[in-house]
Each structure stands twice: as structure tokens, then as C-alpha cells.
């Protein structure tokens, strides 16, 4: 990734306590760094998609839930505790079902019960709870690279690889998690071909994947999601990867709707369908995807192309917004431990757990 594109493609940014999302819903028109103020303007930018993608919204929950208290330094350290408990909660209920939310959100308010624990006061529980917001988002950087290293080796000369959504560097801290390997790969020189499923109905690969790639000068096309099965039967697709929103124990994965119809498509075309993510976003405690609670979201976005209304006033519309892939679909899981691969209940909880 050049440096222009790191400047470009950065979602989240804390600077002198202070938090700005960039706004995703604007791109690829506009650049706005919207700065966050109250906890209930990072609840709504979660779930509007000005912040998006599994690891971004668990960082942007993070740095949402210090936002809720950095001002709180008049109460007890008991009271605190008790409102950084309902922050959490609160925005957790923002999006339910990548579970890097939830995953954040629960490792800052055990982290206040231990430096509470300690007797620490208002303003130290605070200053830790920050420390910690910003390892999250530290950390998500080295493991997004780790998926890059992982991935690499997967890439060759002249491929052709198909995505779905955006699992790039705007979902994550930098470098994203499909993205990684390519990023890698074009850094060594390595030539392939990107294939961006433009992702009805907000549009994420259109919008965003194909922006970001083309920033970083990887070699991109777009195209609508129904033309997948037609590049496949072209042999332009070597390799499918996608990220996640959450992987079940038993390697079941919740993506972007859509993501399961690509995996039907590949497995007819015998073409290896890899699955990016970090360890945030695998759920031992979620035994198989039909137990993972998919987000429902609003019938405007299906009954509206932008502004343009493209469906008839009063029609019934569904809009989840994920859908499961079964595992048996999944040539491997490249995460920052390597490349997971079948048996998925076994080889999950040896690495995870
Ligand atoms: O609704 P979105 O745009 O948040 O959906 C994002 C995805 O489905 C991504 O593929 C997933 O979160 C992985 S991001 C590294």
C-alpha cells in the first residue's frame, strides 16, 4: 500500500482524544473525517455504515465508549463502572452480528472491572480504559498484517481473484483482511487481477473496494454482482477471498449477503473460496452459523438505487444484510495463526480457545 492510499483509506482516527470516523457512506465522492462527539453519534454512525466492516466498527466501538465517559471524571469509580457497563450495551446494539463489536466492547468493560478491582480512581480507570481502546486498534494493524504474510503464498503470478463486499483497509485499521494479501503480493510486484463484486444493496464493493484498491494501484474491476457466475465460466476467477463478520465453531461464516451465492458459484466452478479474518471475529461460543443473529436492515436501501426510488411504493422487501456460507464451502480461514482448514470444529477450538 502507498503512502498517499494510508492517508486516504484510514476509518477510524484518534488524535488528542479525540475521535473521527471517516465517513463511508460519502465515498467514493467525498472525503469527510466526521469527528465523534457523544456516545449516541458513534451508535448512529454504526449503524448507518459511515463506519463499517467487522474489526472497524470493534475499534470505533472501542474509542465510542470512551467518547461515552472521558468526561465522567466527577463520578465514584463504582458509578463509572455502572455507566461504562450501559455504554456498552448501548452500543452494542448498534449491529448485531459482526462480533468484533461485541468482542471490543466486552474486553474494555472487563479491563474497567480489573483496574477497578485495583482501587484505582476515576481519572486512572479512565486513562487504562483509553490505553486500551488504542492497543485494540494497535493490535488489529499487526494482525491484519499477519493475514497478509498468511495469505501471500496463496497469490500467484496472473490470477484472477474475485471479492465480495469490502474487507479492506476502511474495515479494519489498515491493510484489511481480504485485502492483506494483495496488498502484500502488489508490493512484491506479484501481478494479478482483482474482480470487485460491486454488493447490492449499499454497494461496498462498488463504493469502496474498487476506490481503495485503485488508490493503492492494484489492477481492480468492477462488476455487478450478477455477473460473477459469467467471469467464473470465463476462467478469469482463480480464487475467491472474503472476510467475515463472525465464524462459528464449526467454521460457518456470516458475510455480506451475497457471500454465499459467490461460494455456491466458485464450488460448481471448482474454484477455492479463502475466508480473511482475525481471531476478533471467530465465535467459539457460536456452535454453527444458523445460530448467528443476521441484521435485518431498513427497506429504503433495497426500494432505492441512491435517491432514486427503483422499487414501487408499498412493495414487501427482505434485506438481511449477511447470509452463511457453509464451512464445507471454505477451502481455509487465513487468519494471523495461518491458514485454518477443515476439520473446522476441531482445528478452530485447537487454535483459538
Ligand atoms: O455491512 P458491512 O459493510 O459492515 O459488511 C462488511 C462485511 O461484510 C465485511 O466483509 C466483513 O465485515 C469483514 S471486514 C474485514
Given at each position: ?9 484510514v476509518?477510524v482516527i484518534w488524535k488528542d482524544e479525540r475521535l473521527f ?12 473525517q466526521?469527528e465523534q ?26 474509542y ?70 488504542v492497543?485494540?486498534h ?216
Open positions: 500500500m502507498n503512502n498517499s492510499n494510508k492517508d486516504l483509506a476509518s470516523f471517516l465517513d463511508q457512506t460519502l465515498l467514493p465522492n467525498e472525503l469527510v466526521e462527539l457523544t456516545v449516541e453519534q458513534v451508535w448512529d454512525s454504526i449503524k448507518r455504515l459511515k463506519v463499517r466492516g467487522a474489526p472497524a466498527i470493534g475499534i470505533a466501538g472501542a465510542g465508549l470512551i467518547v461515552s465517559i472521558r468526561d465522567d471524571v466527577s463520578l465514584t469509580p463504582q458509578e463509572l463502572l455502572v455507566e461504562i457497563k450501559k455504554n456498552a450495551d448501548y452500543l452494542n446494539s448498534s449491529r448485531p452480528t459482526a462480533v468484533n463489536l461485541s468482542w471490543a466492547l466486552k474486553r474494555l468493560t472487563a479491563k474497567a472491572e480489573a483496574l477497578f478491582d485495583k482501587g484505582l480512581s476515576t481519572r486512572k480507570i479512565i486513562i487504562g480504559l483509553t490505553e486500551e481502546a492497543l485494540i494497535e493490535e488489529d494493524k499487526i494482525l491484519c498484517r499477519r493475514i497478509g504474510e498468511n495469505g501471500l503464498p496463496l497469490i500467484k503470478e496472473g490470477m484472477g481473484i474475485l471479492t465480495h463486499c469490502n474487507a479492506g483497509a476502511l474495515a479494519t485499521s489498515e491493510l484489511g483482511t481480504a485485502t492483506a494479501p494483495m496488498y502484500l503480493a502488489h508490493d512484491k510486484g506479484i501481478s494479478f487481477k482483482v474482480y470487485a463484486d460491486e454488493t447490492r444493496p449499499l454497494l461496498q464493493g462498488a463504493r469502496l473496494t474498487s476506490w481503495e484498491l485503485q488508490q493503492a494501484g492494484i489492477d481492480v474491476t468492477l462488476n455487478c454482482d450478477d455477473m460473477a457466475a459469467s467471469l467464473m465460466a470465463e476462467g478469469l476467477i482463480d480464487m475467491v477471498i472474503v472476510g467475515t463478520d463472525r465464524v462459528a465453531a464449526n467454521g460457518d461464516v456470516a458475510n455480506k449477503i451475497g457471500t454465499m451465492g459467490v461460494a455456491i458459484l466458485a464450488s460448481y466452478f471448482n474454484i477455492p473460496v479463502y475466508v480473511a479474518c482475525p481471531s476478533s471475529t471467530i465465535d467459539l461460543d457460536t456452535a454453527i452459523g444458523a445460530d448467528i443473529e443476521i441484521e435485518e436492515r431498513g427497506e429504503d436501501e433495497v426500494t432505492f438505487f441512491g435517491m432514486r426510488r427503483t422499487g414501487p411504493e408499498g412493495i414487501a422487501v427482505r434485506n438481511p444484510a449477511f447470509d452463511v456460507t457453509p464451512n464445507e464451502m471454505v477451502a481455509g480461514l487465513i487468519t494471523e495463526k495461518g491458514i485454518i482448514r477443515a476439520p473446522y470444529d476441531v482445528n478452530l477450538k485447537k487454535m483459538f480457545s
